[in-house]
């Protein structure tokens, strides 16, 4: 099974998850607060991550943005993150998937959800790790051990989120990728009530900007999205 970090200031919500996941054969480590977090993520290696918004020191975000942005070690922006959070307003689910979150779960949540998208993540992030191929397209290319997108000398690192979105786009480019398809990509089980993915999408491209000087994305209006190099239009 996986070694999971549950990240919960709640004791009975951590007690009722080590309840239900431990008998799974999952071995779980458990933090209280944001520093706690921090400090357990620098000191192993998990395959996947649960991590409440609401916590002592450091929030639920900012986690996760050290996670995404890579601060504490590449192999860190591999690991899958599930958002678990009281907070059910569209602007907080967003902020989530902005932080570089992989699913959002509303509390209050059953377990046997919870334990369903705890199997999609570990099932997408072992094929990630099993393929260890090339994707490549008009001079750039992604690595799929790494997540490394690259292009003309230069490489950015991806979270999750971005490297599953440009996998599949550079996959089927230069033909445009419908909307549903990449939702039903991501999330296979339940599309999520707000639309994270055009926040993936805004961050994703910003990041290639900055990195680039072009964000190889294109909006198809009412279709849904194309890798194109050398071009550049606004969502």
């Not at 799974?24 to 649960?50: C, R």
């Not at 639920?60 to 959070?85: A, E, F, N, T």
């Not at 009281?86 to 059953?110: C, N, T, V």
């Not at 900055?210 to 050398?230: C, H, S």
């Amino acid at each position: 099974m996986a070694n999971i970090l549950v990240v919960e200031d709640d004791m009975d919500i951590a007690q009722g998850i080590a309840e239900f996941l431990e008998p799974k054969g999952h071995e779980l480590d458990f933090a209280y607060t944001g520093k706690q977090a921090l400090a357990l993520l620098e000191q192993h290696q998990y395959q996947l991550v649960l991590l409440d918004i609401n916590l002592p020191f450091v929030n639920g975000y900012d986690i996760c943005r050290h996670l995404s942005d890579d601060i504490l070690g590449q192999h860190l922006s591999k690991v899958p993150v599930i958002m678990m959070s009281s907070r059910s307003h569209e602007q907080d689910i967003i902020q989530g998937f902005k932080s570089g979150a992989w699913d959002y779960l509303k509390k209050p949540f059953s377990f046997a959800e919870l334990s369903a998208r705890i199997d999609v993540g570990l099932m997408k992030s072992a094929s990630r790790t099993s393929l260890k191929q090339v994707t490549a397209y008009a001079g750039a290319s992604l690595d799929d051990e790494t997540l490394l997108f690259s292009y003309q000398n230069s490489a950015l690192q991806l979270h999750t989120v971005g490297y599953e979105i440009l996998k599949l786009l550079m996959t089927n480019a230069p033909n445009v990728v419908k909307t549903s398809a990449i939702h039903t990509h991501l999330w296979p089980n339940d599309t999520p009530d707000s639309d994270p993915l055009r926040a993936h999408i805004y961050k994703l491209r910003k990041q290639l900007k900055a990195a680039f000087q072009q964000p190889f994305i294109e909006t198809v209006k009412g279709v849904g999205y194309q890798f194109l190099v050398g071009e550049d239009d606004a969502i």
